[in-house]
Each structure stands twice: as C-alpha cells, then as structure tokens.
C-alpha cells in the first residue's frame, strides 16, 4: 500500500512508525512544510498515565520518551498571593522539539524519511496513492478543502492567549491567577525540562482590549507579560517562539474520512489547553487508525470502522474539554471566591470529577477544603 502522510508532528511521525514497522513492504512518504528542527510553543503536557496507553503495544517508543520527561504529583493554584496543592493529580511533560527528534528517529529507523520543507498545495499533487493521512494540524489543508465533505465545524474561543516558555523552574504544574487595574491574567507554567518552563499567559477579551494588545508588538506584549507576572517569574524573563495572541480554535469534523483521505489529530478534532490531551489525542488517533486498517483490507471499510470506533471516545474528551474552558472564559468571576472554593470549583470544572472520587484522588487537599467548609471559611 502506498501512503501519503501529511504534516510532521506527533501523529504524523507516529502513524508513519507504527505502519512501517508493522508493514515493512509499504510505501510510506511523510511531507512536512517546516524545517525538521522547527516547532511553535515549548512543553507539552501528559496526564500521570502519560505514555501507558502505548506501552502494551509499543514499549520501546516508551522507554526513548519517558527518560526526557518531567514529573510530578501535585497541581499548585496561586491566588491573590494566596498558593494551594491538589494532591494525587500528576502530569509529566516534555518539551516538544524533544518528542518530535525522539518521534524523527524511530520513523527513520523503520525506513521512513520525511521530506522537511515539501509543501503540499493542493491534494491532487499526491495522486497515485491508496491512503492520505491529514495530520497537518489546525489549518489543515485537507480538511479545508473538503469542508463540506467532512463536515467540519470551526469557532473559537473568546479569551487570549500567547504562549511563552521560561528558564524559571516550577516544581508542579501551577496556575496563577492575577489582577490588575486593568483586568485579570491567567498564567498556564509547568517545567518541561530541568531548566526550562511553559508559561502560558491567559486573559479575557476585555482586558486584552484594555491593554491595547491588538497594537503591540510581540517584544512589547512580553514586556507587560513579564511585569504583571514578575513575582511569579521572580527575576526570570519570557522566552518568545512566535508568541503571538491567539483564540483557541475548536475543530471538530463530523465525518473523519472523504474517498481516500483521512484526517487525525488537530486536523480532525481540538481539545483545550487546560487539559493537556492534543499531543495524546493525536498519537492514540494514529494508533486506532493503525489497527482499523488492518482489521479491514478494503480501505474506505477502515476507515468507516476508524470512526465508528474512535469518535464516541474523542467527544467524551472534548466535551470535557469544552466544559473545561467554559470555566477558563469566567475565570474573572471565580477568581472573587476564596481560596478554597475557587480551588475546588477548578479542579470540579470538567465535570468528570465528583466529590467521592476527589476523596479519593486528592485526600489532603478534600480534607482542606471540607474542613473549610465545616468552619464556615474558604481559606
């Protein structure tokens, strides 16, 4: 079988992996349109069974990945210089340059060499093969050409944000919560390497106006970035990689395959930052098409049973994801509660976590907040 794979990142790479090893007799081209060294944002973020959901299948990809990540148990909120843990919530993280040079050398090592810097224009450029696999990302160019065929859907959400990296190191993935004269910031910062941090600068539609960010340069909004979080940052500066200000895109595609054209990752779906499941998504998306592929022979059946059996588990996490920012566009107004409170209405906003299962997972910080709540404070 002849195979087209568009785009380089984590889905791309790995889909191309895991067919070529399977499958050694096939013909696997990767395109990608940057450089093989190029990546936009820093660290990227895995729930604490980060990686697990490979290790039955591919354990050698997992023991290259997870010597390069940074772990931890707790998540750490910091409000009106006010801090608190929620205990038994841990992530790792590994900066994404990293996980895609790991990706690179695995897809080589199978016989696959992606072609950096090869735009892709139109799809009729890749005539001649059995299966095109769109993982090229949130402006997919196979998903735009078929808007209609695959029933995509796009709409964004109203808060800012610009995505930033730090050599401030943070010791658990945190969030601080701060306000202004002129409105109220978020900051996303967990470190992904021994020196280096994510910090991802959050804000409202009307303080975003109010600061005049729409006539600010990038050099000039990370000024302002670095002193309405200079204590958190405590003498470090913001490091830019195309750091500009973004809404956050919701994907979402009805259909997930058109004739021979298949779509994974973002180039299919988008799940919010504030649960760190985009690099997951993406690679479980190649793994499930993967496996469809070869429980069916005729391509157009595999990819029927890609979706059929994929996509009730992808809008689980995307309405949890949805939940989850939903809470992010009013997190001015939660930020008026206590400490305690705002806590636990951020760790509930989901909607995936109960009270039983918060006793459960996060005995300490439950015990807090209940404690709070018997005495009548929210400190």
């Keep these: 079988m002849r195979v087209a794979v568009i785009g380089g990142g984590p889905g791309g790479l790995y889909f191309a992996y895991l067919w070529k090893k399977r499958h050694p007799e096939a013909q696997i081209d990767l395109f990608e349109q940057n450089p093989a060294g190029a990546t936009w944002g820093f660290g990227v973020v895995f729930s604490e069974q980060a990686l697990e959901f490979l290790r039955a299948d591919d354990p050698d990809t997992v023991d290259a990945i997870a010597p390069r990540m940074e772990s931890w148990k707790n998540i750490t909120l910091n409000l009106r210089g006010e801090s608190v843990e929620i205990d ?16 690179q050398a695995r897809v080589r090592a199978v016989g696959v060499e992606p072609r950096y ?27 735009r050409g078929f808007e209609a065929e695959f029933g995509a859907s796009v709409s964004h959400s109203t808060n800012k944000f610009a995505w930033y990296g730090t050599s401030k190191r943070f010791e658990t993935l945190s969030q601080t919560f701060v306000q202004t004269g002129l409105g109220a910031f978020n900051a996303h910062h967990y470190r992904y390497a021994p020196d280096m941090s994510t910090f991802l600068v959050e804000c409202d539609s009307a303080t975003w106006l109010r600061y005049g960010f729409a006539d600010k340069t990038i050099e000039q909004s990370q000024v302002i970035c670095e002193q309405v979080f200079a204590s958190t940052l405590d003498g470090h500066r913001l490091v830019s990689n195309k750091s500009v200000w973004r809404n956050f895109p919701w994907i979402w595609n009805e259909r997930w395959s058109f004739g021979n054209m298949v779509l994974i990752g973002d180039a299919l779906h988008s799940a919010h930052f504030s649960i760190g499941s985009g690099t997951r998504l993406a690679i479980e998306d190649a793994i499930a098409l993967v496996k469809a592929l070869e429980a069916v022979t005729d391509v157009p059946a ?27 566009e009013k997190f001015p107004e939660h930020m ?31 015990a807090r907040y209940e404690a709070s709540k018997l005495h009548g404070t929210s400190r």
């Excluded at 038994?88 to 990706?103: A, N, Q, T």
């Excluded at 990819?303 to 994801?321: H, N, S, T």
Aim: aromatic share 8%.
């Design 88 to 103: 038994g919530v841990g992530f790792s993280s590994i900066g994404r340059l990293d996980l895609l040079k790991i990706l």
């Design 336 to 366: 008026q509660l206590g400490l305690m409170d705002f806590a636990y209405s951020y760790i509930t906003r989901s909607g995936r976590i109960d009270d039983a299962r918060l006793r459960a997972m996060s005995p300490a910080f439950m």
């Design 117 to 143: 810097d090869t735009v892709i224009q139109s799809v009729d450029e890749l005539d001649g093969y059995d299966l095109i696999v769109a993982a090229d990302g949130l402006n997919s160019l196979v998903r």
């Design 302 to 328: 595999a990819l029927e049973r890609y979706q059929a059996e994929r996509k009730p588990i992808v809008q689980k996490l995307v309405k949890a994801a949805r939940t989850s920012a939903d809470w992010y």
